[in-house]
């Protein structure tokens, strides 16, 4: 089985910043996409970011140009390094991954973090 674990949120001032980091742990074969997706009170989960395995990135809306994902793919790690943080940024921010867990695996299995709160105060 495939373990996702994220680290870095907290509590930060509006205009500061947070690195998050997600860890993929357990046996598998390779994962291609990660993503990041956070889901505010009230409101669905949404895609902050993803990046393949070639580090091709995709973000939602307007958040490149305060967010930036990236990964290191021989730790199968993926980042969010997160700027100018705004209150609207809270949200719970949950980690994704898309997972092959056998070579011969025709599909890849989603697999979600436990999830880490950030809050941005105003």
């Known amino acids: 089985q495939v373990q996702l674990v994220e680290s870095g949120g907290g509590l930060v001032q509006a205009g500061g910043s947070l690195k998050l980091s997600c860890a993929a742990s357990?046996?598998?074969?390779?994962?291609?996409?990660m993503a990041w997706y956070r889901q505010a009170p009230g409101n669905q989960r949404e895609l902050v970011a993803s990046i393949t395995s070639d580090e091709t990135t995709n973000y939602s809306g307007s958040l490149k140009e305060r967010f930036t994902i990236s990964r290191d793919g021989a730790k199968n790690t993926v980042l969010l390094q997160m700027n100018s943080l705004k209150p609207e940024d809270t949200a719970i921010y949950y980690c994704?991954?898309?997972?092959?867990?056998?070579?011969?695996?025709?599909?890849?299995?989603?697999?979600w973090g436990q999830g880490t709160q950030v809050t941005v105060s105003s």
């Open positions: 994704n991954a898309g997972v092959q867990e056998y070579s011969y695996d025709l599909m890849y299995d989603t697999v």
């Open positions: 357990g046996t598998f074969h390779q994962i291609n996409i």
